[in-house]
């Protein structure tokens, strides 16, 4: 296992078409979260997973974003409806919390370009 | 609130000097707390971590940071700076009790010179 996977890496695509993003965690890891990141911003939190369930989504999910981890393994984020202000870097991260509590590990992202 | 705070958006240092990245906390429970170094076009990398065992911590390339509660701050420190730490750095924690999700503070530009 060589750690979190993002595929795609990028994606350009046209304002009002769906898009989909695909994350492979650490495969022991029990949470995975989703983070968006756009230029010179820190990243900002967007959902996360205990497993199969969705224990917390942000704000800043609006009903075009959904999110799920069947089987509490891979996870996908879709955005329907695309937008300009989608444009960002999402990231995936996973960590293993159990009675300590231990870091997450980041993919390298999946460049989201709506044109 | 919950809440982390990077005192510094951009830091300037020559190379050989030392490094200071400020980063304040605020939690009601005990945090862990961690660093994360971005380079341009590359995905986060965890730098140190602190979960209540010793305070100072020691990363690697040389970097580590000293937990003090009684002024609720995380700094990372380096003695000797190298061009190759040129990079974003982010203060990151776990501020609840449940560890619920990474609470990103806004991030510190580290700039280094000849």
């Known amino acids: 296992d060589t750690g979190v996977s993002q595929n795609p890496r990028h994606k350009i695509t046209k304002r009002g078409q769906n898009v989909t993003f695909r994350c492979d965690p650490i495969s022991e890891h029990n949470r995975l979260y989703w983070y968006r990141q756009t230029l010179g911003q820190g990243p900002e939190f967007l959902t996360y997973?205990?497993?199969?369930?969705?224990?917390?989504k942000s704000r800043l999910l609006s009903d075009r974003f959904s999110a799920e981890r069947p089987k509490g393994s891979f996870s996908t984020l879709e955005i329907q409806r695309t937008e300009q202000g989608d444009s960002a870097m999402y990231l995936c991260a996973s960590s293993l919390v159990s009675g300590a509590i231990t870091e997450a590990f980041f993919g390298q992202g999946t460049r989201l370009t709506v044109v | 609130a919950q809440s982390v705070t990077q005192l510094d958006s951009h830091v300037s240092v020559s190379e050989g000097t030392p490094v200071l990245l400020r980063c304040n906390y605020s939690?009601?429970?005990?945090?862990?707390l961690f660093w994360y170094v971005q380079h341009p076009n590359k995905g986060l990398q965890l730098l140190l971590k602190?979960?209540?065992?010793?305070?100072l911590v020691k990363g690697i390339n040389g970097f580590e940071a000293e937990f003090k509660k009684s002024e609720t701050s995380f700094h990372l420190t380096k003695p000797s700076a190298h061009m190759s730490d040129a990079a974003e750095y982010f203060c990151v924690g776990f501020l609840t009790g449940t560890a619920s999700k990474l609470t990103f503070g806004t991030g510190t530009r580290l700039q280094v010179t000849l």
């Open positions: 939690s009601s429970y005990s945090p862990s």
């Open positions: 997973f205990q497993n199969e369930a969705q224990l917390e």
């Open positions: 602190y979960t209540s065992a010793a305070t």
